[in-house]
């Protein structure tokens, strides 16, 4: 699979499961960010995209959304993948 021209290696191993809510920060054609999406939706986690993290209250989003995670930003009071 390719993303923005470039390959997609294999999926990151990340500690999720099917009880959580991951963030994930960053553009899904970047093909690390494209990796870790397809990480979270295999695990059965839920995901929330937030392509432009930077724009968003992110504590509030972790809070409305119930996030237990996320990926590719630090949101006080969450794991970082």
């Known amino acids: 699979m390719e993303a923005g021209g470039h390959r997609v290696g294999p999926l ?3 500690a ?3 009880r959580d809510r991951v963030l994930l920060a960053g553009d899904p054609a970047d093909p690390a960010a494209l990796a870790a999406l ?3 939706l295999s695990a059965g986690a839920a995901l929330v ?9 992110l ?4 809070a409305a959304e119930g996030l237990t995670g996320s990926y ?3 949101v006080p009071g969450l794991r970082r993948l």
Do not use: E, N, T
Not at 59 to 62: G, I, L, M, N, S
């Open 49 to 57: 995209l937030a392509p432009a993290p930077d724009a968003l209250d």
């Open 72 to 74: 590719g930003v630090q």
């Open 59 to 62: 504590a509030a989003v972790a």
């Open 38 to 40: 397809l990480a979270v």
């Open 16 to 18: 999720v499961g099917d």
């Open 12 to 14: 990151p191993v990340l």
